[in-house]
């Protein structure tokens, strides 16, 4: 009974709009007063424990790098860079808005960042070009997915922490999926251009093309930099964070002089408003972990996995079936914190990598990021096109197709795209 009135405060709590991460506080919170075993002091405990892992500073730091960066108007130079690439394709600027989302993925790690610093930009421009509202929001929310999948990308951080596997491992195994989404999605942006008519740009000569690299070398070297350091063993991943945030203020402030001083104050002040979003979240979901853990829900649904799905692809199936279910509804983090204690020991128990399954639920928490009613990339899309949550998500669906298709292909035939963190050994 007790657990049923919880999961009803936490679906009406979710219902009145009320932020994810006191919703899972306050449910645990209730839940741990409702019990007489457990003293209430051990909701605090769980909140500090929750966050105190060298690792999680990684995140904030992440966070950080990428708010550098958008002040800085990196994403400008990135845009134009990706322009001169790809512009001169049907659909050029579909085309570089994709690009751009890979280069993004690269420097910042986080897909929202992705979405508001990009789609800005691109999605007034496209609608100048006369592309529809909605492939503008289309193309821009399901592009910026890739932020969490390829490197650098915070939720990998949270998973490497909460599933005790190498960060840096995650990171390489997130690289071929991330730019199959990409190519896949610029391959779909080609066939509609082509029936819609949408325009491409002229095709710049090669120096000039050389040109605009140079201009965005530097910050496209921010990923390189990054996964050099902690696959050389020379860095762990908070200590990479530290560089790649040193590495944004160098360039903004004294390479591209885009930032002054006096844009410091606000660049923090949004970090840690965000971070201290993410960290609530992730230290409420340890205290709500603790509760879940007293009723048994890992032990109950771990056997109900062992007892009827017996063998990998089953298990596997039905993971990918829970995550597109979760992402729909939770924020990343307290998806991540919540779930993955619960399948990750039946997955070890089948025998699958868990930074195979790792990969796959990243994958299946970033769909999340463009579905109702939660799908924060999706809604941020919309308002800067000014167009309603219900077209957007309809003109999103062959996006979402495409990214399950290739779900698929890397949960079953992990050979192609795992192979890169196989040569790594650290």
Not at 38 to 46: E, G
Not at 109 to 127: E, F, H, R, Y
Not at 312 to 322: G, S, T
């Amino acid at each position: 009974m007790t657990g049923l009135l919880l999961v009803l405060l936490f679906a009406v709590l979710l219902v009145i709009g009320l932020p994810i991460a006191f919703v899972i506080a306050v449910t645990a919170y209730a839940g741990i007063a409702m019990l007489d075993t457990i003293p209430m002091t051990t909701v605090v405990q769980r909140m500090f424990s929750g966050l105190d892992s060298f690792i999680l500073l990684a995140v904030p730091l992440f966070i950080l790098a990428a708010n550098i960066m958008n002040q800085g108007k990196i994403s400008d130079m990135l845009i134009k860079f990706a322009v001169s690439l790809v512009g001169h394709i049907k659909g050029g600027l579909a085309q570089a808005n994709i690009v751009v989302s890979m280069f993004f993925g690269g420097i910042s790690g986080a897909s929202t960042a992705d979405t508001a610093g990009v789609g800005k930009i691109l999605i007034p421009n496209m609608l100048k070009e006369n592309y529809s509202k909605e492939t503008s929001v289309a193309v821009t929310a399901a592009s910026s997915t890739m932020g969490m999948i390829i490197p650098p990308s915070i939720p990998m951080v949270i998973y490497g922490s909460i599933a005790n596997v190498s960060v840096g491992k995650m990171f390489m195994a997130g690289i071929i999926p991330g730019v199959a989404i990409g190519v896949a999605q610029m391959i779909y942006v080609n066939f509609v251009a082509k029936k819609h008519g949408y325009p491409s740009h002229q095709r710049l000569k090669m120096v000039e093309v050389l040109k605009e690299g140079i201009k965005s070398l530097p910050p496209l070297l921010t990923p390189v930099i990054i996964l050099g350091g902690i696959v050389g063993g020379i860095v762990t991943p908070t200590e990479a964070a530290v560089i790649a945030c040193l590495y944004a203020f160098i360039l903004s402030f004294f390479f591209y002089r885009t930032i002054k001083v006096k844009d410091l104050m606000p660049i923090l002040y949004d970090t840690l408003k965000l971070s201290s979003l993410t960290l609530f979240a992730l230290a409420a979901a340890s205290a709500l972990g603790r509760l879940i853990s007293y009723y048994n829900v890992p032990v109950i649904i771990g056997n109900f996995f062992t007892q009827n799905m017996p063998y990998k692809w089953m298990f596997i199936v039905a993971v990918i079936l829970l995550f597109l279910l979760i992402g729909m509804i939770l924020d990343t983090v307290p998806a991540i914190i919540l779930f993955v204690p619960i399948v990750l020991p039946t997955a070890l128990t089948l025998g699958i990598d868990p930074i195979h399954i790792g990969v796959v639920i990243m994958m299946c928490l970033a769909i999340g990021l463009v579905t109702p009613p939660y799908g924060l990339c999706l809604l941020l899309a919309s308002q800067i096109a000014k167009l309603q949550i219900g077209k957007s998500f309809k003109a999103v669906l062959p996006y979402i197709g495409i990214i399950l298709v290739v779900i698929l292909a890397v949960a079953f035939v992990p050979a192609i795209f795992m192979w890169l963190p196989e040569m790594f050994d650290f």
